[in-house]
């Protein structure tokens, strides 16, 4: 069916139980970022097919709220659809919220279902909706009989991840988490987010594209735990090694029995911001303590391993990416390329290096205007050809045993205008003063975004994102709580402190319509420096190992010290990669790209 068909469908089911506006949020049953695409209800409904959106389906109307990465994106893909785009975070636009309550009537219902979203998300909905007299019900899952050709739950196998790559055991991890419960006077603790699952019990799958975790569920006790999962997807090796550690198998969708089964009374703690509206219900008899899931920070600090990997899996993932500069600068308007072979070509690349697993998104290869689309992904209709001149935004990444990786450079890929190298050189200074920022313990990524948004604002420009976000190991590539962000948003934490071992990623970036887009992006790994009667003071490490295109920088706009940190990173970058080019072709130009300005 085409989505306005789709759409005239949920109607009609909106009609025979009499609800007058649904909501369809891009969500699954594990406050995931990335969906299988079995959950990827909001897209199958409204064909906009980016990360973050919310769909509200009214009797007459429908919007579609997302936010600055996805404007443009959004307005192409839902254009003839009857839905309205609201752009979130500008003037004049509604909440979704408000919104709601536009299409619904004192006495009316608004549906929505309880089993992917938050209980909090429920609750605040609820409440604003009863002061409209307009009542929240739990639709349940009614794209089971509308989407036909569903995509089924996904079945491939778990595997264990060695000590080795995460430098820390199971049942170390799992006295962590109940130092904190035990803190907390809680007995048990419930967790739905696939990533705290795999860091807390050192598995990885593939049930989620670019993400390598398990569609799953956990319940820690204070002895033992027990993993709700396909348990066709376990081997008898990997079901053996978790016993040894305490941990004990149920079936996935055995989860909401066993949490009405725990015993009234019993202290359970949960996110009630993660945990779904209809896993708490479950716990109506127990007594439930909101507490942040402890895994959630206990990973975003990577411990000396894991610390040592990443840095390996950066060089090697580098060496990929600086192989494909090396093979654009040479073949720019001699070979025929366009946005999906270059792409493959990336691909290809990283595939030859050693414990590669995936990519850790898909990659955005994106030439002159299609990269002022920050989230853009080519395809056949849109690959654009490249050719010997203008800007190429490619932001990608992968999946190693060593960790995950998320890299952004812009290439001129020939003569570029003064205006681009203006906006390229701003991105670079904003980029090389917050890698090299110096703070003291206690800054928040609320404090250092200006350095890195300053020269961008300096020329009467912004870009509607974040400057930076955490990166998982071996995980999701967009990871809590640290990050760089100017605001307060009321989903986000940026007024996280920035701790030694936290890996942020530092990316700036200029997207102008119609024209160009510029990010370039490197991972930074927080680290102590010295200490004093002023305090603990703190800085970052780069780890990611690629040049940057000098081709479109203007040094005089550059500061001395800022050169001075650009000529640094490039003598890294030469150390780390020049014994590894496959030849002394590829070594001279090498020399030349990481050359001292």
């Not at 929240?136 to 569903?150: K, Q």
């Not at 778990?158 to 035990?182: D, P």
């Not at 109506?284 to 895994?295: G, K, L, R």
Request: hydrophobic share 40%; aromatic share 8%; proline share 3%.
């Amino acid at each position: 069916m085409q989505i306005v068909d789709r759409l005239r469908a949920l109607r009609a089911r909106m009609e025979e139980e009499n609800m007058a506006v649904v909501i369809v949020p891009t969500a699954d049953s594990h406050a995931s970022e990335y969906l299988a695409d079995h959950f990827k209800t909001r897209q199958w409904l409204s064909g906009f097919t980016g990360s973050a959106g919310t769909l509200v389906v009214g009797r007459e109307e429908a919007a579609l709220f997302t936010d600055g990465r996805y404007f443009i994106q959004a307005e192409r893909q839902i254009a003839g659809t009857g839905i309205t785009l609201m752009r979130m975070g500008t003037a004049g636009v509604p909440s979704v919220e408000e919104y709601v309550c536009s299409l619904a009537k004192a006495g009316e219902s608004c549906g929505v279902d309880f089993s992917v979203i938050s209980s909090h998300f429920a609750a605040d909905m609820s409440d604003m909706l009863a002061g409209r007299e307009i009542a929240l019900r739990d639709t349940g899952d009614w794209f089971e009989t509308l989407w036909t050709d569903r995509p089924a739950m996904p079945t491939d196998p778990v595997y264990l991840l060695e000590e080795k790559y995460t430098g820390m055991s199971v049942s170390a991890k799992l006295a962590a988490i109940r130092e904190v419960m035990r803190k907390a006077g809680a007995d048990m603790h419930v967790v739905n987010v696939l990533d705290d699952i795999a860091w807390t019990l050192n598995v990885r799958g593939s049930d989620v594209h670019c993400t390598p975790v398990v569609m799953s569920y956990l319940l820690v006790g204070r002895e033992d735990a027990i993993w709700f999962v396909d348990t066709q997807k376990v081997s008898e090796s990997v079901r053996e090694a978790l016993f040894s550690e305490g941990v004990y198998l149920r079936e996935y969708g055995e989860i909401t029995a066993a949490l009405e089964a725990i015993e009234p009374g019993t202290s359970v703690m949960v996110d009630g911001r993660k945990l779904t509206a209809n896993l708490c219900a479950a716990l109506a008899d127990t007594n439930i303590i909101q507490h942040e899931n402890p895994a959630f920070r206990l990973k975003a600090i990577k411990n000396d391993v894991e610390l040592d990997n990443l840095r390996a899996a950066h060089v090697k993932d580098g060496l990929a990416v600086t192989r494909l500069m090396y093979w654009l600068k040479q073949n720019a308007g001699k070979a025929a390329m366009d946005e999906l072979s270059v792409t493959d070509r990336l691909l290809a690349l990283r595939q030859e290096q050693e414990h590669f697993i995936s990519t850790s998104f898909d990659t955005i290869c994106a030439y002159r205007e299609n990269a002022a689309m920050m989230h853009y992904k080519a395809t056949e209709d849109s690959s654009a050809t490249i050719e010997a001149k203008d800007l190429l935004l490619i932001d990608s990444g992968a999946q190693y045993l060593e960790g995950t990786t998320d890299i952004t450079r812009t290439f001129a890929m020939g003569e570029v205008t003064g205006e681009q190298k203006e906006h390229f050189t701003a991105v670079l200074c904003g980029m090389l003063n917050l890698q090299n920022a110096k703070f003291l313990h206690g800054v928040t990524g609320i404090g250092l975004d200006i350095l890195a948004r300053g020269p961008v604002w300096d020329l009467g420009i912004d870009y509607r994102c974040g400057t930076g976000h955490g990166v998982g190991y071996l995980l999701s590539v967009h990871e809590g709580p640290n990050a760089f962000r100017w605001y307060k948003s009321p989903t986000r934490n940026e007024d996280t402190v920035l701790e030694a071992g936290m890996v942020t990623t530092d990316e700036p970036g200029i997207y102008i319509e119609g024209s160009h887009g510029i990010r370039i992006e490197n991972e930074l790994v927080c680290k102590k420096l010295e200490a004093n009667e002023y305090g603990q003071f703190m800085g970052f490490e780069a780890i990611t190992c690629a040049p940057i295109d000098l081709d479109a920088v203007i040094p005089e706009q550059m500061t001395a010290r800022q050169r001075e940190w650009l000529n640094a990173y490039h003598a890294f970058v030469l150390e780390k990669l020049e014994p590894l080019m496959a030849n002394e072709d590829e070594r001279a130009w090498l020399r030349h790209a990481t050359r001292a300005i």
